[in-house]
């Protein structure tokens, strides 16, 4: 199981990504601060940037379900492992 906020994330102020903990142990309930994306240069990187972050958990998720139905319904072997190696990386199984 992975040690992140979980989601769903999202993008407040174009440049803030804020997720929800239900944490009551550790006095962690309600909205926090996941991340912030620093302005740039660049029209539209900033947001796109933000948007990008907020669906990591999605991301994750969508990306787990994949991997285990390429795994085990369809036996494409060569996906599967792409996809489990950016899980791995998610999720701080590898370096």
């Known amino acids: 199981m992975s040690k992140h ?10 440049t803030d990504i804020i997720g929800t903990e239900n944490d009551p142990a550790n006095g962690c309930v309600g909205p926090v ?3 912030h994306v620093y302005q740039r240069t660049v029209a ?12 990591a958990p999605d991301l994750l998720e969508a990306l787990t379900l994949a991997e285990d139905y390429l795994r085990n319904c369809c036996g494409s072997a060569k996906i599967a492992n792409f ?3 950016a899980i791995d990386k ?5 370096a």
């Open 83 to 85: 996809c489990k190696a």
């Open 90 to 94: 998610a999720t701080g199984e590898s």
């Open 33 to 35: 601060d996941v991340a």
């Open 5 to 14: 906020t979980a989601g769903p994330w999202r993008v407040e102020n174009d």
């Open 44 to 55: 539209g990187r900033t947001e796109a940037n933000a948007r990008l972050i907020a669906a």
